[in-house]
């Protein structure tokens, strides 16, 4: 897809916005309707179609802040991912997973896929190679998350889209740690992207949605499955995300700069053990992830904490405990108690999360005031 002139700011405020034709409105306006008249209008519309106004001006705007040609917006993140999963393999194929991913893509891959006859294999991202290595002959799909949750670790989008169309296997992202603001995995080579809208995307803690855009091709092979699973958007949520996304861009641009201050206080703090934030020159992969992530390093950084993490989680004042991430709120989290805790704990110790691991998406507050939070919460 050829990118646009027009800058992400601009894209975010303009792009797939519906012109509201009877009375000139500067917003698009709210179509709740699950009837339409089919006669004159090329396609039937309807919610479960995906096609209706107010979901085509989401998908549309996120397509074009992806530099994708098409897109879809689900009810779900995991929507997104497991529809688009399923409509790109059957029985008797084989995909290869980055190891550390989001906790509920692993736990959904490990339970569902065996009852379909679909095989899979977890690799160390980290190293392009070990997806080379995993392939079989019935390989379809390399799915990947970059930066990974909740270390943040980073995997070459280049290397692995190179590796792929070798081997002629389709490469599905996660981009939501990222962001569309932050990194555009399709400019590297992927095939096809997905985000868990609820977070940066939604950006206020009270939307629940998911997205994926691609080129035209596999969006159609993915709304085809998505129409039988029915995971679509109504259009009043559908009209909330749009505007959301309209300040994404500014609202990523300072939770990328709280979260690099913060991170560069805490390498300094003797009561942290390890800070994982890929802005640090510090980071095995930082030079990696300048590459890839030309808008920034994103809002979200994990710590171990030496003394009691759970302990230092109460202390907090500003900083809220709470699952989820991507407000304008600075929320914690343990990811043990919930976003890995459907795995064993055992995997979780070959993942590098510990009790004492705390992941911070950081909001758009005053860089000072986080600190100061995090300060006393520690002392």
């Known amino acids: 897809m050829k990118k646009s002139s027009l800058s992400k700011l601009t894209q975010s405020v303009h792009a797939g916005s519906v012109g509201d034709s009877q009375y000139k409105g500067a917003v698009t306006p709210i179509y709740p309707s699950s ?4 006669q004159d209008i090329p396609e039937i519309l309807y919610p479960r179609y995906f096609n209706t106004p107010n979901q085509r001006a989401v998908a549309e705007k996120i ?19 497991m529809t688009t999963l399923f ?17 509920g893509t692993m736990h ?27 392939i079989r002959p019935e390989t379809k799909v390399i799915y990947i998350e970059t930066p990974s949750n909740p270390t943040l670790k980073i995997t070459d989008l280049k290397a692995v889209a190179s590796i792929a169309k070798r081997h002629e296997v389709t490469t599905v992202i996660d981009n939501t ?17 997905a985000h868990s809208g609820t977070k940066y995307i939604g950006g206020h803690s009270d939307i629940c949605c998911g997205a994926v855009v691609a080129s035209k091709g596999w969006i159609d092979k993915i709304r085809k ?12 949520t559908s009209w909330l995300v749009e505007r959301s996304l309209k300040t994404i861009v500014l609202r990523v641009r300072q939770q990328n700069q709280n979260a690099l201050a913060i991170a560069e206080y805490l390498v300094t703090d003797q009561r942290i053990d390890r800070v994982y934030y890929p802005g640090l020159s510090s980071h095995p992969d930082h030079a990696i992830a300048k590459a890839q992530m030309p808008g920034g390093f994103g809002g979200m950084l994990s710590f171990e904490v030496k003394d009691n993490a759970f302990k230092f989680m109460d202390r907090l004042k500003l900083i809220k405990r709470a699952v989820s991430l991507g407000g304008v709120e600075s929320t914690i989290t343990s990811p043990a108690q ?3 805790s459907k795995i064993s704990a055992a995997e979780r110790a070959s993942l590098g999360i510990k009790d004492s691991l705390v992941r911070l998406s950081v909001g758009i507050e005053e860089t000072e005031d986080l600190i100061n939070d995090i300060k006393q919460a520690l002392a």
Do not use: W
Request: hydrophobic fraction near 40%.
């Open 35 to 38: 009837a339409y008249d089919y």
């Open 63 to 81: 397509a074009a802040l992806e530099n994708a040609e098409d897109g879809l917006i689900f009810s779900s993140g995991m929507s997104a991912i």
């Open 87 to 103: 409509a790109l393999l059957k029985k008797g194929d084989h995909a290869v997973f980055q190891s550390d991913l989001y906790g």
């Open 108 to 134: 959904a891959v490990n339970t569902e896929f065996l009852r379909f006859g679909i095989e899979c294999t977890f690799v160390d991202g980290s190293v392009p190679e070990n997806f080379e290595k995993a």
């Open 177 to 193: 740690f990222a962001s569309p603001v932050n990194q555009n995995p399709i400019d590297q080579g992927i095939d096809i992207v």
């Open 225 to 236: 499955s998505a129409v039988n699973t029915g995971g679509s958007l109504d259009a009043h």
């Open 338 to 340: 919930t976003s890995h």
